[in-house]
């Protein structure tokens, strides 16, 4: 079996994106996964970095907004905007 490149199992279109070069869970900080009702983020073992682990996002938004390094984005689908 080939191994895949991490970045070729992650798929483009999820709703909440976490740019690793701004995330500091490596470091402590929980806030997206903390905030999040849906409990939907969690830290990746291999990076030390949040990732989306569920994609049913109700685009509340907390994420994103309370995110200390502006490393969450969440997408909203432009017929809910």
Known sequence: ???????????????????EDKCIADKGCTVCIDVCPMDLLAIDPDTGKAFMKF???????????????????????????
Not at 1 to 18: K, Q
Not at 56 to 78: F, G, K, L, Q, S
């Open 1 to 19: 079996m080939a191994l895949v490149p991490r970045e070729a199992r992650l798929r483009s279109s999820l709703p909440v994106m976490i740019d």
């Open 55 to 81: 994609d049913e996002c109700w685009y509340c938004m907390p994420c994103e907004r309370d995110c200390p390094t502006n490393a969450v984005h969440v997408d909203i689908p432009y017929l809910l905007r």
